[in-house]
């Protein structure tokens, strides 16, 4: 056999020790598994504070983190927003989650009105309740318009309420759960080949879905051109995926009409 | 503070005994929450009327992992040195589990059996410490650690710090600069969220009228891990720069500093040292720092796992803060026995089983590692049963279980069984960390029995269960093996397996 690969992709993990709060390493473990089962190579490359990017991304992932964590990265991250844009507008395929989604957005404003400056990756804002204000918690079943991605499940964590620009498309439309704001059933943001959400953690082992979508737009970006992702199925993300889905249809919030 | 219970509170009293009574009788479980929930309902000043019975005072117990272990070697090193302990041993921690505990020691006169000489021993909650730290005022306040853990629950890990942080400074205003009645503060030197809760409550003032402190700590670079783990949350320090380490012990526990502001860990008033880890069993000296001459004591812990040191040295720095003797502590460690599902053994059909509660990224770590390292039997690798449960008391969110680094268990297990509620979580992970189950089962009875069956006779079936899991499971080897109920795991439990082979 020789060497590796013949394609590869290069993934771009901002602030993985700062930004890892509930447990969005399972993102980039899932990443890795299914880039092997595809046959295609991984390389990611961690950023942390003070570090540069890299001069060249093919998906870039960021986690979430809570205010102090948020804090320590918002002026690094902002210092970068031009170079982050420019990605994002060259169709790099991106997923920004729970705190890292926020500071994707124009800015978030936390619950003492400190004002975190994001990237404006996507059209949205983020501000956070007053102390002590419910947060929004729960099982969330969404169902995504992006292609080829379909019915989404995972759980929510936060206190600060996101509402989409008219520059941004929300990523998914909630059945059961909060989403950005719990009133108007949009979940996350999409802006051509950015994904921001705040579903946490565990969001691609059990959404193939997705981290196929994802995959095939880093493999675009990087080669030009790529045909579908062939189809392997993994029976353990799609048994873990149907069960979240019925546990959030059971006990995930019901939305208001 | 001496004070007789009120008649409305001894009537609460009667009332919660008696509905504690009929749950079990009902066989719906302990009852070891409900008579809290009632009595206290009827008379809200209970926790106060049992801190005022107390004549030997009370300690609380607190942190993300080992608060149950901690509070029973404890209890045991109270118990050995002549006193009383009043415990809720059966890890029902928050207020109500508080009250029922009183419920069941107090007679028909509200009064406990012998207050003179008896001592609180209190494992309390997480985020119900500061309600109740003020209310309870005790002699010592034993901080462990403070992981993440259930975040859907308890919010993110900085508002319980921030929330303890309060409670003490209030508890400072409350009783003033005298030091009578004052709490001692008992505190993990190794976690630096723990370490730095002294310097809070004892206030900008240096000096006479500072509150007393007794902290713990491992002294024993050998068992230190290559670097700090991906489940650590205490990676920045107070002022805001990240911590280096020196030796990382487990999650962001360890010999830890800050350069930039020049806070550092600092020498352990109690100590573990030479630390020996073993399949089933930790052998340390324990070194107890005192006014004169300290006291070194030869300790054969009988738990697995650097986790269990914690637990150990918690409960020894406490006593040591009460004044107990150093023999009370030493024998009441060696001999208290594990809680219920904390490395409980159980004997089935000839098969041994270990029953290891793994609630959050860091206790499933560190019973991992303890899995990983045994090599319990000579007959191959042990079985492992890993039950996932997402109820309230697991946590609704299972997504933690990425931040466990389960690939530590490649090749170090034989065949693995996934079950629980979310099994089918559960057996992804695993896959993910390139352990594919045998066998993925939802249902626990059934795979239980499926883990049994593989087991071979004389082997070792590991059960890493989450929180209502452990209760589900514990109940099924309990009725098959004539254990106690875990309501009444007070007294030290004759073992009832035999000395691993090796």
Known sequence: ?257 | MQREPTLRERGALLAGRGAGEAVRRLGRGGGTALPGLIAGALAPGLVEALGAQLGQGSVTVTGTNGKTTTTRLLAEAVRRSGLEPVTNHSGSNLERGLVSAYVDEAGPDGVVPDPARSLGVLEVDEAALASLLPRLRPRVAVFLNLFRDQLDRYGEVDSVAEGWRDALLRLSGEVGDSGDGDTTLVLNADDPTIATLGEVARGPAQGPGQRPTMTFGIEDRSVALPGVEHAADARFCLCGEAFEYEAVYMGHVGVWRCDSCGRRRAEPDVAARDVELMADSVSLQLDLRAEGPGRTLQIDLPFAGLYSVYNALGAAAAAHALGLPAEAIADALEQAGPAFGRQERFTVDGRHVRLLLAKNPTSMNEVARAIAGATLGSDGPSVLLAILNDGIADGRDVSWIYDADLEQLVDRTGSVVASGTRADDMALRLVLAGVEPAVVEPDIAAALEQALAITAEGGWLEVMPTYTAMLEVRELLATRTGAAPFWRTAEPAAPDAPEPSS
Not at chain 1, 48 to 55: I, K, N, Q, V, Y
Not at chain 1, 169 to 196: P, Q
């Open chain 1, 1 to 257: 056999m020789s060497g590796g690969p013949e394609q590869t992709i290069r993934v771009v993990d901002l602030y993985p020790e700062v930004m890892n709060v509930y447990a969005d390493r399972g993102n980039v473990i899932a990443l890795r598994a299914r880039c092997r089962a595809l046959g295609i190579g991984c390389e990611a490359t961690a950023v942390g504070l003070g570090d540069p990017l890299p001069a060249e991304a093919d998906l870039v992932l960021i986690g979430g983190g809570q205010d102090r964590e948020q804090r320590r990265i918002a002026g690094e991250l902002a210092s970068r927003a031009g170079l982050l844009r420019e990605w994002a507008d060259g169709d790099t395929p991106m997923l920004a989650v729970c705190g890292g989604f926020q500071l994707f957005g124009r800015f978030y404003r936390t619950a003492e009105g400190d004002e975190l400056i994001g990237t404006a990756v996507f059209d949205a804002v983020t501000v956070a309740p007053a102390r002590g204000a419910a947060r929004c918690i729960g099982d969330v079943l969404a169902q995504s318009g992006v292609e080829g991605v379909g019915e989404v499940v995972g759980f929510e964590n936060h206190a600060g309420r996101t509402y989409l620009g008219p520059g941004a498309e929300a990523f998914a439309r909630v059945l059961h759960g909060h989403g950005n704001n719990g009133d108007d059933r949009t979940e996350g943001a999409l802006y051509r080949e950015a994904i921001g959400t705040y579903l946490h953690g565990s969001l691609l082992p059990k959404n193939m879905a997705l981290t196929d979508r994802l995959i095939l737009g880093a493999l675009r970006h990087r080669y030009g051109d790529g045909g579908p992702l062939p189809a392997i199925d993994d029976i353990y993300a799609e048994r873990a995926h149907r069960t979240a889905a019925t546990v959030a249809r059971e006990r995930g919030r019901s939305y208001p009409r």
